[in-house]
């Protein structure tokens, strides 16, 4: 399979403990973003790599988030000190720069529950 | 943060009926796409549209980039159960890569 993957894909944490998820972008991809969705809304933007380069990111990441492509292949997403609004799937996309570059393709999620 | 007005909010069909869904915005959009979301699962790609009053298909899928480019719509014809899911759309503005989402239409079809 050479789609987008993520990992893991369901994560409980208590409130207060930090967490990390990764992404696999589609091989050749070298656009690579982060959204997240809760319950009954659609993906809302995080951030987004071109290659290496944290490009844009967006208000809704707060401090506590911080997400790396250190070698502009895979990407991590680190949230400190959750809370409990950060329940939400947590999304990956990845897309190619140049004619299609807004054909976002996403990956599974990884749906976050913090007790 | 934004999103875009998307409606119907959830559909019931019978399989075999046609479907349509539309998605709008007070702000002009350069690019319009259309995913399709299972539950647990992400977003698929279904089409994608560059230009306004651009048509394009994809099998039984067919949307519309609407000329004032603050609006597209989605037709499903001759539905089956497995079209079941919701349907978001999605817009990209120029100067920014981020894609801003619809709430989704919730499609149901009984057999």
């Known amino acids: 399979d050479t789609g987008v993957s993520q990992d893991p894909r369901h994560k409980i944490t208590k409130r207060g403990q930090n967490v990390t998820f990764r992404c696999d972008p589609i091989?050749?991809?070298?656009?690579l973003y982060w959204y997240r969705q809760t319950l009954g809304q659609g993906p809302e933007f995080l951030t987004y790599f071109q290659n290496e380069a944290q490009l844009e990111k967006s208000r809704l990441l707060s401090d506590r988030f911080s997400a790396e492509r250190p070698k502009g292949s895979f990407s991590t997403l680190e949230i400190q000190r959750t809370e409990q609004g950060d329940s939400a799937m947590y999304l990956c996309?990845?897309?190619?720069?140049?004619?299609?570059?807004?054909?976002?393709?996403f990956g599974p999620g990884t749906r976050l529950t913090v007790t | 943060g934004q999103q875009l007005n998307q409606s119907p909010q959830s559909m019931f069909i019978q399989e075999g009926e046609d479907v349509s869904m539309n998605c709008t915005s007070s702000?002009?959009?350069?690019?319009w796409l259309w995913y399709k979301q299972d539950p647990g699962e992400g977003p698929v790609l279904l089409i994608a549209?560059?230009?306004?009053?651009e048509l394009t298909s994809n099998g039984r899928l067919t949307a519309q980039f609407g000329i004032t480019r603050k609006d597209s719509f989605l037709n499903i014809s001759a539905s089956i159960p497995s079209d079941v899911g919701i349907y978001f759309c999605a817009g990209q503005k120029g100067g920014s890569e981020k894609l801003v989402f619809g709430k989704g239409t919730k499609l149901t079809v009984n057999p």
């Open positions: 549209l560059y230009k306004a009053g």
């Open positions: 091989s050749e991809h070298n656009r």
């Open positions: 702000s002009i959009f350069n690019t």
């Open positions: 996309a990845s897309s190619l720069a140049g004619t299609l570059d807004y054909e976002q393709y």
